[in-house]
C-alpha cells in the first residue's frame, strides 16, 4: 500500500488510454494531453510499482502491456468504472436529478398541498426517492427534522428552539366550521350558532388544541360526540349529520356537495403553513427545488401578521 501512496487518477487515465490505444501518441490525442505527458506520467507510474508496465519495442510498431502491466489494467478499469459512475452520480445529484428526500408531514397537508408538490416535483424527477413521513403532533415533526430523519418538514408556525430552524412561509390557512350542506344557512358562523351544538373533531393533538384554545377565546364550551384522528373520518360525520366540525380549511375538499364550509365569526387565528430545514444545512438541490414547487404552489403569498404557533 505505501508505494501506492502517491498514485493518482491521471496514472490511471494514462496506463488504460496507452493500453487501449497502443502508442504513447495516439493516447495523448485522446486525453488531450502532450505525448511527453503521457510518458511522464507513465514513467512516474513504474516508479511506483518498480517495474515497467509496458514493452516498448521501438519504431512504429504499437506498445504492449507487461504482465505486471496486465494485471493493474484490470484493477485500473475498475477504479475508473467507479470514477465514471461518480462522476455520473454527481451531475445527477447537482442537477437534482436522483437522490432521496425525506419529507415530514401531517395529514392536512397529506391531502391537501404535498400531492401537488410531489406531483411535480416527480415529473420532473421521476428518479428521485421520495419518503414522506407523517405525525400527528408538531412536537414529533421537531423531532425527526432535529435529529435528522427528515431533510425538510411542514411546521404550524415556528417551532423548535430560537435558531434552530430555517423555515419559508407558504400559505395562512383559516379555522372553518364544515356542516352538513342542508344544516346551514348562509353567512359566517358565529360563536351563539356552536354553543351547544354538538361537534365532530380530532383526538388530542395539536390541532385539536388549536380549535380548541380557539372556541374557548369566543366563548364557546365545545361539547364533542366523536372525535377521530383522521379528517376523513371527520367529514364523514358531519355528512351524516352526527354534527359541526371546526377545521383547517385545507382539510376540506371544497368541491364536496355534502358538506357546507362557513367562515367564523370572529375567526380563529390561521395556521401559519411553514416548510422548515435544520439551520446552517446546505438544502441539496431536491429539497431546494420542492422549496421553490411549494412557494409557487402556493402562489407565493405574503406572511400575515397573526400567525398561529
Not at 498514485?7 to 494514462?14: D, G, N, Q, Y
Not at 475498475?78 to 459512475?85: F, G, I, N, P, Y
Not at 408538490?117 to 423531532?143: C, G, H
Not at 342542508?182 to 393533538?205: K, T
Request: aromatic share 6%.
Amino acid at each position: 500500500m505505501d508505494r501506492l501512496r502517491d498514485l493518482e487518477m491521471r496514472h490511471l487515465f494514462a496506463l488504460d488510454a496507452v493500453a487501449t490505444t497502443g502508442t504513447f501518441g495516439r493516447a495523448a490525442v485522446l486525453l488531450g494531453y502532450t505525448q511527453s505527458a503521457i510518458s511522464q506520467q507513465i514513467a512516474s507510474f513504474e516508479r511506483l510499482v518498480g517495474a515497467p508496465l509496458f514493452d516498448r519495442p521501438g519504431g512504429p510498431r504499437p506498445v504492449t502491456l507487461t504482465p505486471l502491466g496486465e494485471r493493474l489494467l484490470e484493477h485500473a478499469r475498475v477504479l475508473l468504472d467507479r470514477v465514471e459512475a461518480t462522476s455520473r452520480d454527481l451531475d445527477e445529484f447537482q442537477h437534482g436529478a436522483t437522490g432521496r428526500l425525506r419529507i415530514g408531514t401531517f395529514e392536512s397537508i397529506s391531502t391537501g398541498l404535498l400531492p401537488q408538490i410531489v406531483r411535480q416535483l416527480l415529473s420532473e424527477r421521476p428518479q428521485l426517492d421520495i419518503e414522506l413521513v407523517e405525525a400527528f403532533e408538531d412536537d414529533k415533526l421537531v423531532d425527526w427534522l432535529r435529529a435528522g430523519t427528515t431533510d425538510v418538514s411542514f411546521f404550524i408556525g415556528n417551532n423548535g428552539e430560537p435558531g434552530e430552524f430555517e423555515t419559508v412561509h407558504l400559505k395562512m390557512d383559516p379555522y372553518v366550521v364544515v356542516a352538513r350542506a342542508d344544516s346551514v344557512g348562509d353567512g359566517p358562523i358565529g360563536a351563539d350558532d356552536l354553543v351547544g351544538v354538538p361537534l365532530v373533531g380530532e383526538h388530542e393533538g395539536s390541532c385539536h388544541k388549536r380549535v380548541n384554545e380557539g372556541l374557548l377565546a369566543m366563548g364557546v364550551q365545545p361539547r364533542y360526540v366523536f372525535r377521530s384522528r383522521g379528517n376523513g373520518a371527520v367529514l364523514a360525520m358531519v355528512r351524516a349529520g352526527m354534527g359541526m366540525a371546526v377545521m383547517a380549511r385545507m382539510a376540506i375538499d371544497r368541491d364536496d356537495p355534502e358538506l357546507a364550509i362557513r367562515d367564523l365569526d370572529p375567526p380563529i387565528t390561521p395556521r401559519d403553513v411553514r416548510l422548515a430545514w435544520r439551520a446552517g444545512r446546505t438544502l441539496s438541490p431536491v429539497a431546494q427545488r420542492l422549496v421553490d414547487i411549494a412557494l409557487e404552489v402556493c402562489d407565493q403569498p405574503q406572511p400575515s401578521t397573526a400567525l398561529a404557533s
